[in-house]
């Protein structure tokens, strides 16, 4: 006979062996999801990526962001209205601010995304190259780090605007390929953990060539803080692209981002016209801290301390 006293033992059993059969990953999912800030930023990250996507369709006014018939004083249409279509007003040349909000949006996006991935990519491949192989090879490489991190970030990536020409694609390499060292560092500093343990060991017994060790074991090790820096790097790119814009040598006309607009709004604020600098400012603060809030979620989640 089975008494109800061994029925709740059982059920008790089968539930401490679905917690202990979850993965990092599963485990890192609820965790997340359970952080109601982080799920806030992330439903806040998807609105705005919807917006930047989708929100040409909806304005009535430059679908193509390059239509400078409007300009001009007659074109001038002030304040926000529904009526006019223009929903968050024109700027100071008539062109309609909503239709430049939204692709503002998707190139402060697009920079902060691409510039983030490349920063990743050769600050994980380079650290845990150096960190694998250590000694003199490590040395050299990390030595290599500290030099280019003693040299001021923001004073190389106007010189390269200046010399080679302000476009989208310097800013996408410039911030990109400056800004990996930090990941450099995080990357060597988790590998020299790594390599000592036994499935690697396991891989350099049976002959695996240390660059598949480094693909293959090394980095798919490293995508938990990896995830969480890239996340947190976003918001840092947006930064430094929008500083860049604000000084006028990022994006130039005609197409624009959330740090020319706000240069652009800022520099009207004498005149009365507030939502010019508003509505790019809104979007600007909130995508920021929905990547910080979207970021520190994940760093909780994937922190194995806290499992």
Same mark, same amino acid.
């Given at each position: ?218 980095? @798919? ?58 509505? @790019? ?27």
């Amino acid at each position: 006979m089975i008494n109800n006293e061994d029925v709740t033992r059982l059920q008790d059993a089968v539930q401490l062996s679905e917690v202990r059969g979850r993965s990092l990953w599963q485990d890192a999912r609820v965790r997340f999801f359970r952080n109601k800030a982080a799920v806030a930023g992330l439903v806040v990250l998807i609105l705005i990526t919807c917006f930047a996507l989708f929100g040409g369709f909806i304005a009535q006014y430059e679908p193509d962001f390059v239509d400078f018939t409007l300009m001009g004083a007659n074109a001038y249409q002030g304040v926000p209205s529904v009526e006019t279509g223009h929903y968050f007003g024109t700027d100071i040349d008539g062109r309609d601010l909503f239709a430049r909000t939204v692709q503002g949006t998707k190139i402060s996006l697009l920079v902060g995304i691409v510039g983030s991935l490349v920063a990743v990519i050769v600050g994980t491949l380079y650290g845990a190259t150096a960190g694998y192989i250590g000694g003199r090879t490590d040395g050299i490489m990390m030595r290599t780090v500290d030099i280019l991190m003693s040299i001021p970030f923001m004073f190389v990536l106007i010189l390269m605007l200046v010399i080679f020409g302000r476009s989208i694609l310097m800013l996408f390499i410039g911030i990109g390929l400056i800004s990996w060292l930090n990941m450099a560092r995080i990357a060597r500093g988790q590998t020299l953990t790594i390599k000592n343990k036994e499935f690697v060991e396991a891989a350099i017994a049976t002959g695996v060539s240390p660059f598949v060790i480094i693909l293959r074991h090394i980095v @798919p090790n490293l995508l938990g803080i990896v995830i969480v820096y890239a996340t947190l790097l976003v918001p840092e790119m947006i930064i430094f692209e929008s500083f860049i814009s604000y000084l006028g040598l990022g994006v130039q006309e005609p197409n624009t981002s959330l740090g020319a607009l706000i240069n652009a709004g800022a520099s009207q604020m004498t005149n009365g016209t507030l939502w010019m600098l508003f509505f @790019p400012l809104t979007f600007f603060l909130i995508t920021l801290f929905a990547f910080f809030f979207v970021g520190d979620g994940l760093r909780d989640a994937l922190d194995p301390k806290d499992r």
